[in-house]
């Protein structure tokens, strides 16, 4: 068991930049795939970015590449979701997930096991 908690959102101009955590606590989080989803405004839970267990290989949305980075520093636990470039369609709650089967790096929601809450975040334009 895992527990997830996501911090970092907030309100920002287009163009900016913010940066999400996602803390582990429960269980070594090293030993997950992660991934974060966001959901906005009457619109379904969506993929944004996904990272195996040992950092190795990244998946993005389309929406995001370039712009989005997923990373985890193994010995401090948090993984992060760094976000530039931020554009008024980004506006979202932004979940963590994690998935203990470590064979697979899954883009869909339902392939995660663990959520955190969400945090919201808001750009203006």
């Known amino acids: 068991q895992v527990q997830l908690v996501e911090s970092g959102g907030g309100l920002v101009q287009a163009g900016g930049s913010l940066r999400l955590s996602c803390a582990a606590s429960g269980r070594t989080f090293s030993i997950y795939t992660t991934g974060w989803f966001r959901q906005g405004p009457g619109k379904e839970r969506e993929f944004v970015a996904a990272?195996?267990?040992?950092?190795?290989?990244?998946y993005y949305a389309e929406s995001v590449k370039g712009r989005f980075t997923i990373s985890r520093d193994n010995a401090k636990n948090p993984v992060y979701l760094q976000m530039n470039s931020l554009k008024p369609e980004d506006t979202a709650v932004y979940y963590c997930?994690?998935?203990?089967?470590?064979?697979?790096?899954?883009?869909?929601?339902?392939?995660?096991?663990?959520w955190g809450q969400g945090t919201q975040v808001t750009v203006s334009s």
């Open positions: 997930a994690a998935d203990p089967d470590v064979r697979k790096v899954g883009r869909r929601f339902d392939e995660y096991d663990y």
């Open positions: 990272m195996s267990w040992n950092g190795g290989s990244t």
